[in-house]
Every structure is written in structure tokens, then in C-alpha cells.
């Protein structure tokens, strides 16, 4: 069993479980013809060489598989909820507020957690993406709260 | 008579101020993004995309193409200096670069990559400029079935070359075209896979994809690694000059890399380091004293050095004239095209002569700029080398999130490369590679089309892709090439290509 849970049999379960998916979905779209094809025509076919790939990748696994990269978990949380905060806090709060979110967020990522450092580098960048966005390319984009 | 018209015309698109300004503007950001290690030009160029719904089509692939040009320069300074790579191409370089480092020759391996970089570079600039024309001119007689299999061909040959695994590297392509479905179907107006959500209905936005696969990926995958950076060379410029010696061992091996370069960059799939690592081997192959490679040969580090270069200006050849990107910076460069509504193709040289000229004379102009910036600069590219990463990183984000926000002002874009960006994680941690699928999404949408028009006007007949001589060629090799990797898997004798992220 071990040994079925390596790197491209996941791979390969990724694309069946997408293919699925996939496969469902399509069923609301009119397949059509060869002649005449519909919407639902390449969306089936996709779906099936998907779940093909899948099982031969799911196949041969067991020869192919490579060790899992280390990849930084604590980053990828950690950028990923920033860019959301930032998205949320764009439009009604403003730049200004939004960057300086976002690089706190994003320097939770490191082990080391540098208030200041984070502080100075966020007004900077602010003051920066003011002069480029705002101030140069002229872009409609609200600064603090109160702005427009 | 009409290539002096044509280059005339070059020369007068590529000489306004503004193509000028981008084109510095380029060579600059992609000469910086080269040398620091840990920011690649592909998360530079779809950091940049959103610039290019500001200004012209011209002016937009003037600038992204010197990124990608500019680091190739850039890439072997810190391979040589620290023994990292800047970009993966560059990793070859180290092999020989660092030891003349060690040598002290740290000067003169960094004056003759540049040099090897120049005239791999200005010697492919003029073959694109003697050959897109006229392969574009053959392919314009294509009809929609030729098509269909010459962009099959595209996506089957950078599925299959790019990665160990063929079934994975088709399934990265399979997963690009179904992104490219979602939105509006072009023929029926029926949403495909839009979930009654409004901003779906135009389709994905491709910056939006970029950004979060190659951009914030990248900065996950760099977060937290410690990049010690002691060397503290001075480098002056009187060290920079080379021997007599050193020029005419690096002559021969300058021609040789580009050729090979040249020939690889046109292939799908490829991309630059392969084209530096064949030049490097066919080097050591060829030379009386192979046993000189590894411990500071100058042909090590210029043959793989103009190899690379030329890779990546001849790259624009299939790029240019059939509308079949060979990897996913030039699959970014149709992307530019398609946002100005250039459709790419055979016609895209007729039709847009400022185009195509102005973009060939603006890379004789990129690189006689790099010349400069590498040249009397050198010293200023080591000291960049000292920007620490948890500084760079949050700007290179907030850069991405305000870029691909300044397009439609939408926070759904926004979202858009949070979800990409942990795709293109799950990507990295299951081993597909990314280039694939971003060729699939670009070519997919005008897939569906050819494929449609040929079987209307075949009647439903799949033989019509095998009865044209063009498109039968087209699947013969495509067989061939599934053959090929099948065979080569069951032998097990497949090298591991190096990674081109």
C-alpha cells in the first residue's frame, strides 16, 4: 500500500479526479456531431484523455516515481492568504492599507518574524507604487480609505 | 531591393523614443532579473504583461523580448562569480566559470560570456530576418486542417520534450486546454464551465495564469532558501581583457554554439538550456584537451553562452511565422499579440510589417545596449547580487497583485493568481511542469477552431487531415514522436533533460 502513495500515482489520481469533474460538467454542453460539433464535443473528449494520461501515469507509477519536492508550506499559506487579503482589501480600503497588509503577511513566511524591517520595506513600497501606478501611469486606483 | 524596405521600416519603428525607452527599459530588467539568483525571466516577463495593454503591440514584445534576451546575459554573471546559477540556462556556465574565478580570470570569463552572448545573438537576429519571411510566406497556403496538426505537432513536441514523463507532460497540456475552454464558446455562445460566475465569461485572463504559476510559484519555491553571497570581487576593468589566446580558443566554439543554439531554439519544447548544454557537450567532445573542461576551459563557458542566446532569439522564428510558441515565454508572447488582437500566424509578418521589422531591429539595438550594460557595468551587476531575498520577495508579490489588478481593476483577477499560484505549487509537488499547460491555453481556443472549420468543411470526415500532404507530414511526425518516447521508455535510456522553469 506504501508504495502505491508515490509521487506520480497521486499525479495520475489528480487527473482521473479532474477528468471526473470534468466529464460531469459536460454533460450540460450539446455534444453535437463530428460534422457539426458542439460545445460539449472537445470539453468530452479532453475529459478522456485526461483520465487515459491519468491511468497510465497511475500505471507505470511504481517505475517512474520521483521523491517529492521540499516545498515551503509556511510560504505558500502565508503568500497565498496575503494576495487574498490584499484582494479584499483593494477596492474598499485602498493601497496604502493593502500593501502594508500584504507584506506582513507574506514576511510571516520567513522564521524570523522583523516587525521594523517589514514596516519600513511596506512604506517604501507603498511610496513607490504610488509614484509608478498613481502618479505616473495614471491609473484609477484608490490610496487610503478616504481618497475618491 | 525589398529586405533594405523591409530593414528601412524596422529601422524607423525601432527608433522612436518610446520602443527605444522599452527596449532599455527590457534589457535592464531582464539583465537584473538575470543576475539575481532566485527570480527568473518568466516570472519577469508575466510581472510585466499587464504593461502591454498600455502601449502598443510593437512596443509591448520590444520590452518583453529584451527580458528575455537580457537575462540570458545576465544569467552566467553570478554562475561564474558564485558557482549559482541565474537562470536556469546559465547552470552549465558554472562548470568552467567558476573555476576561472577561482583562477582569478573572473574578469575575463565575464567579458567573454558577453561577448560569446553578443554574437550568438546578432548572428540569429539576421537568420530570423532571412527565413521568417519565407517560411511564413510557405505557411500562409496552410488551410484550417494543416493547422490543426502543425499546432498538435507544437503541443505534442513540448509535452513530450520537455519532461521525463510523456503521459504527464500531455497531461500538463490537456489541463492547459481545458483552462483555455472556459468562457464564452466562441461558435455556439454557450458558457463552458463559467458556473454563472460574469467575470469567467471572457475566459481566464491569461496575466492572471502567468503571474500565479510562474510568478508566485517561483517565490514559494525561493522563500527560506539561505543564498550566501561572501564573493567580494573586484572586478576592474583592466582584468576584463582576454588574452589573444583566450580569443582564438573561444572563436571556433562561438560559431559552433551558435549553430547549435540556433537549431535548437527553433524546436518546440527545448527552450534555451538544452541549447546550452548540447554546445557544452559537443565542446568537450570536440576538443584536443577534454580533460581541460571543468577546470576553467574558455570554450566551457562561451560555446554554452552563445548557444543560449542564439536559442532564444531563434525561438522567435515558429514563434513568429506559424503562431507555434516553443515554450512558455514565447506561448507569453503570443499572449501579447493576442491581447493587442493580433491573431498568430503565417499572416502575422504580412499583415503587421512594422512588426516583425521593428522587432528584429530592435534586438540588434537590445543587444548592442547589453553590450554596454555588461560591459563598463560589470562591477555594478556583482553588487545586485547582495539585494537579500526576504526584501525582494513581498515587492516582487505586490508588483504582481497591483499589475494584474491595474487590467481590468477586477479583485477576481486578483484571486485568480492566488488559485494559480498554489496550481502551480501542486504542480511542482506532483512533478508536472507548467510550460505545457500555458501552451495548451494559448493554443487551445484557436485549436478548437481550425478543428471545427476542417471537419464542417470535410463533412465530418477525419481522413482530411491524412488525404493533405502538409497535415499528413504533420501527424507522421507527431506519430513518429509518440513513438519515439514510447520506445525510449520501455528502453529506459532517456536522460533527464535539465528543467526548464
Redesign the interface.
Given at each position: 500500500m506504501q508504495r502505491l502513495i508515490n509521487r506520480d500515482f497521486l499525479a495520475g489520481l489528480m487527473c482521473l479526479v479532474i477528468a471526473t469533474l470534468v466529464l460531469l460538467q459536460a454533460q450540460a454542453y450539446d455534444m453535437g456531431t463530428l460534422r457539426n460539433m458542439g460545445p460539449g464535443y472537445l470539453p468530452r473528449f479532453l475529459g478522456v484523455s485526461l483520465a487515459v494520461l491519468g491511468l497510465i501515469t497511475m500505471a507505470f507509477s511504481a517505475k517512474t516515481a520521483m521523491a517529492f519536492p521540499a516545498l515551503n508550506y509556511r510560504a505558500l499559506v502565508c503568500i497565498t492568504v496575503g494576495i487574498i487579503a490584499f484582494a479584499y482589501l483593494m477596492r474598499p480600503a485602498g493601497l496604502f492599507i493593502a500593501t502594508i497588509v500584504l507584506v506582513y503577511i507574506c514576511g510571516l513566511s520567513e522564521r524570523r518574524f522583523r516587525p521594523v524591517k517589514l514596516g519600513i520595506l511596506a512604506l517604501a513600497l507603498c511610496l513607490m507604487s504610488y509614484l509608478v501606478f498613481i502618479l505616473s501611469l495614471n491609473m484609477p486606483i484608490r490610496l487610503f480609505p478616504w481618497s475618491f | 531591393m525589398e529586405i533594405l524596405n523591409n530593414l528601412a521600416l524596422g529601422v524607423s519603428v525601432a527608433f522612436t523614443i518610446e520602443n527605444l525607452m522599452y527596449c532599455a527599459l527590457g534589457v535592464t530588467i531582464g539583465m537584473l532579473i538575470g543576475v539575481i539568483p532566485g527570480v527568473g525571466h518568466l516570472a519577469a516577463i508575466s510581472m510585466l504583461l499587464p504593461l502591454t495593454y498600455?502601449v502598443p503591440a510593437t512596443t509591448a514584445l520590444v520590452m518583453l523580448a529584451g527580458i528575455y534576451y537580457g537575462a540570458q546575459y545576465g544569467g552566467s554573471t553570478a554562475a561564474i562569480l558564485l558557482n549559482l546559477p541565474g537562470t536556469p540556462s546559465s547552470s552549465v556556465v558554472c562548470l568552467d566559470g567558476y573555476p576561472m574565478t577561482k583562477q582569478g580570470r573572473a574578469g575575463v570569463a565575464l567579458f567573454m560570456t558577453t561577448i560569446a552572448s553578443f554574437v550568438g545573438s546578432f548572428i540569429t537576429v539576421i537568420v530570423l530576418a532571412a527565413f521568417a519571411p519565407p517560411l511564413a510566406d510557405f505557411a500562409i497556403a496552410f488551410n484550417s486542417a494543416d493547422y490543426f496538426a502543425m499546432m498538435l505537432l507544437g503541443l505534442v513536441a513540448a509535452a513530450i520534450l520537455v519532461q521525463?514523463?510523456p503521459?504527464?507532460g500531455?497531461?500538463a497540456v490537456?489541463?492547459g486546454?481545458?483552462l483555455g475552454?472556459v468562457g464564452t464558446?466562441v461558435?455556439?455562445g454557450?458558457q463552458?464551465?463559467t458556473f454563472g460566475l460574469t467575470f469567467l465569461y471572457d475566459g481566464l485572463n491569461i496575466v492572471a495564469i502567468a503571474m500565479g504559476i510562474f510568478g508566485?510559484t517561483e517565490?514559494?519555491?525561493n522563500?527560506?532558501k539561505v543564498i550566501q553571497v561572501k564573493s567580494d570581487q573586484k572586478i576592474t576593468f583592466r582584468s576584463l581583457l582576454p588574452t589573444r589566446r583566450d580569443l582564438k580558443e573561444s572563436f571556433f566554439p562561438i560559431l559552433r554554439g551558435t549553430g547549435i543554439g540556433t537549431g535548437i531554439g527553433v524546436l518546440p519544447g527545448t527552450g534555451t538550456s538544452i541549447g546550452s548544454f548540447i554546445a557544452y557537450a559537443v565542446e568537450k567532445k570536440v576538443s584536443r584537451h577534454p580533460e581541460k573542461f571543468g577546470k576553467g576551459a574558455i570554450e566551457g563557458i562561451t560555446a554554452p553562452e552563445s548557444a543560449n542566446n542564439a536559442a532564444a532569439q531563434s525561438a522567435f522564428i515558429p514563434t513568429l511565422t506559424l503562431g507555434i510558441p516553443g515554450d512558455a515565454v514565447m506561448a507569453l508572447m503570443l499572449g501579447a499579440l493576442l491581447i493587442h488582437g493580433i491573431t498568430p500566424g503565417p499572416s502575422v509578418i504580412s499583415d503587421n510589417p512594422d512588426l516583425f521589422w521593428g522587432l528584429v531591429i530592435s534586438f540588434l539595438i537590445g543587444n548592442v545596449m547589453l553590450l554596454i550594460l555588461n560591459i563598463p557595468m560589470v562591477g555594478l551587476w556583482v553588487r545586485l547580487l547582495k539585494i537579500p531575498y526576504?526584501?525582494l520577495?513581498?515587492?516582487i508579490?505586490?508588483?504582481i497583485?497591483?499589475g494584474v489588478?491595474?487590467i481590468n481593476?477586477s479583485?477576481?483577477d486578483?484571486?485568480l493568481?492566488?488559485l494559480f499560484?498554489?496550481i502551480g505549487?501542486?504542480f511542482?509537488?506532483?512533478?508536472?511542469e507548467p510550460a505545457p499547460l500555458l501552451l495548451g491555453f494559448i493554443l487551445g481556443p484557436m485549436m478548437?477552431e481550425n478543428?471545427?472549420r476542417a471537419?464542417?468543411l470535410s463533412?465530418?470526415d477525419?481522413m482530411v487531415f491524412l488525404d493533405r500532404p502538409v497535415s499528413a507530414t504533420f501527424f507522421a511526425m507527431i506519430a513518429a514522436l509518440i513513438v519515439w518516447s514510447i520506445y525510449s521508455?520501455i528502453r529506459k535510456k532517456r536522460v533527464a533533460v535539465a528543467k526548464e522553469f
Open positions: - | 498600455y521525463g514523463n503521459a504527464k500531455l497531461a490537456v489541463f486546454l481545458l475552454i464558446d461558435s455556439t454557450i463552458r464551465y508566485v517565490v514559494v519555491a522563500v527560506g526576504p526584501i520577495y513581498p515587492s508579490i505586490l508588483f497583485v497591483i489588478y491595474s481593476y479583485d477576481m486578483i484571486m493568481v492566488a499560484g498554489v505549487c501542486v511542482l509537488l506532483l512533478g508536472f478548437e478543428f471545427r471537419m464542417l463533412r465530418g477525419l521508455a
